[in-house]
């Protein structure tokens, strides 16, 4: 099993900055895949970002631009920087791990208990 620890939430006035810590219990390296999904009040989870092991990136379509995804292998940790937040970002925030592993292969997701994100003036 992977932990997952998040940090860095917390509340922010629209068109500011927020910088969210991921800190995974083994390295990362070995993680097929770690990402950022968020979940607001009545809403589906949806994907933010996520990063492969190799370091291509992915984001939801509304959000390029202000989310930047990135990795810190020596720290096992993975980041997300969030510019020029709208009140609309309001979620909880989650990562997520995906392994793919075994015989017969199979994918495994692991998730983190979330950091509260709050946009408002």
């Known amino acids: 099993q992977v932990q997952l620890v998040e940090s860095g939430g917390g509340l922010v006035q629209p068109g500011g900055s927020l910088r969210l810590s991921c800190a995974a219990s083994?390295?990362?390296?070995?993680?097929?895949?770690m990402g950022w999904y968020r979940q607001a009040p009545g809403k589906q989870r949806e994907l933010v970002a996520s990063?492969?092991?190799?370091?291509?990136?992915n984001y939801a379509d509304s959000l390029k631009g202000r989310f930047t995804i990135s990795r810190d292998n020596a720290k096992n940790t993975v980041e997300l920087q969030m510019n020029s937040l709208k009140p609309e970002d309001t979620a909880v925030y989650y990562c997520?791990?995906?392994?793919?592993?075994?015989?017969?292969?199979?994918?495994?997701?692991?998730w983190g208990q979330g950091t509260q994100v709050t946009v408002s003036s």
């Open positions: 083994r390295s990362i390296f070995s993680i097929n895949v």
């Open positions: 990063i492969t092991s190799g370091g291509s990136t």
């Open positions: 997520n791990a995906h392994v793919v592993a075994g015989l017969p292969v199979r994918g495994y997701d692991y």
